[in-house]
């Protein structure tokens, strides 16, 4: 029977995949992996926790990203993550941003993969019963790829890592931003293939300039998974057919309108909490993306739900907006 467990995921985002994204991107697939935020140890063990850390029951399978370096932090903010109840501990070795190379994580731990082996092996010592993994880039600099990630595969491999999440880029740490990163970079995709067929005992996932299931469901031919990132963000309803067309579901999809009824009651009660309400609606502006009515749709959301003491009131207008066809073709 195949494991489907990282057939699909989302992939952690700054500023974008927090609590409010994942409980809306749940209510779209029921199957795909959805990650968090990159938080750091030191934030963990120093923080906020809840603020940090805490996620509703809906959003399972859900995995925690890390980012540090110091194996004995590493694993104690692993421990805690276990017992707030992630599926997963996920280490980033991928961001290339300033400061997190000023803090000697993120991709710059591509060039020190005995330190991220130690990182590895004090994680799984912390969380024996999870999976500990892993998200990469295929080179920093002027590392030759072909060469130092299969050495790095097989150093992880070595101190317990079995799941390996590559994005097919390089990062470069001088020269480049982080948004450069994403996109300049040349993206090799044979190449991530050609690390599954030399380690097949592995599990792999590709990450990487995949914008729709067309694209990316032939690399499941090469690989155990792929991960979506802006694609799944800006235009979330492709995860809506997610779960029949990856995952063997044999439930129809919920229609966009059925998706913000769900999500209404969940707003209501968050909002009533104290949460601002365009702390939600801000993640569900794509949700009719090429759609007749979406402009409106974004439009109100965008104008209204910064308004003092907004409320979901604001996102049945703007669902009715998009139902209406007068409506819509007022605010276009």
């Known amino acids: 029977m195949q494991n489907y467990s990282h057939h699909l995921c989302v992939a952690p985002m700054m500023d974008w995949?927090?609590?409010?994204?994942?409980?809306?991107?749940?209510?779209?697939?029921?199957?795909?992996?959805?990650?968090?935020?990159?938080?750091?140890?030191?934030?963990?063990?120093?923080?906020?926790?809840?603020?940090?850390?805490?996620?509703?029951?809906?959003?399972?399978?859900?995995?925690?990203?890390?980012?540090g370096s110091e194996p004995a932090a590493l694993a104690e903010a692993a421990k805690i993550g276990a017992d707030f109840g992630y599926d997963e501990i996920n280490l980033n070795v991928g961001c290339p941003s300033d400061r997190v190379q000023s803090g000697r994580f993120g991709a710059c731990l591509m060039a020190e993969p005995e330190l991220v082996a130690r990182c590895i092996a004090a994680m799984r010592a912390a969380v024996p019963h999870l999976p500990?993994?892993?998200?990469?880039?295929?080179?920093?600099?002027?590392?030759?790829?072909?060469?130092?990630?299969?050495r790095f595969i097989a150093t992880l491999r070595d101190a317990g890592c079995e799941v390996f999440i590559i994005h097919a880029r390089m990062a470069w740490l001088q020269g480049l931003s982080p948004k450069q990163n994403r996109d300049v970079p040349p993206l090799d995709y044979p190449l991530a293939h050609r690390m599954k067929a030399a380690f097949p005992a592995l599990s792999f996932v590709l990450n990487g300039g995949l914008r729709s299931?067309?694209?990316?469901?032939?690399?499941?031919?090469?690989?155990?998974?792929?991960?979506?990132?802006?694609?799944?963000?800006?235009?979330?309803?492709?995860?809506?057919?997610?779960?029949?067309?990856?995952?063997?579901?044999?439930?129809?999809p919920l229609s966009r309108v059925e998706i913000v009824k769900r999500l209404l009651p969940w707003a209501e009660r968050e909002v009533a909490h104290g949460v601002p309400l365009h702390c939600i609606t801000r993640h569900i502006l794509g949700l009719f993306q090429g759609q007749p009515g979406a402009k409106a749709w974004r439009r109100h959301l965008s104008e209204n739900a910064h308004r003092p003491g907004a409320g979901v009131e604001v996102i049945r207008e703007a669902l009715a907006s998009v139902l209406d066809p007068d409506i819509a073709r007022l605010a276009a």
């Open 213 to 252: 299931l067309e694209e990316a469901e032939p690399h499941l031919n090469h690989m155990d998974g792929v991960m979506l990132g802006r694609a799944a963000y800006q235009n979330p309803y492709l995860l809506a057919m997610a779960d029949g067309r990856l995952f063997g579901c044999d439930v129809p």
């Open 17 to 67: 995949t927090d609590r409010f994204d994942r409980y809306f991107l749940r209510l779209l697939s029921r199957h795909v992996r959805l990650y968090t935020e990159m938080v750091t140890a030191n934030a963990v063990l120093f923080g906020d926790r809840k603020r940090l850390l805490g996620f509703d029951a809906a959003e399972h399978p859900l995995a925690l990203q890390l980012g």
């Open 132 to 150: 500990v993994t892993v998200k990469c880039r295929i080179g920093v600099d002027q590392q030759v790829p072909e060469e130092v990630l299969p």
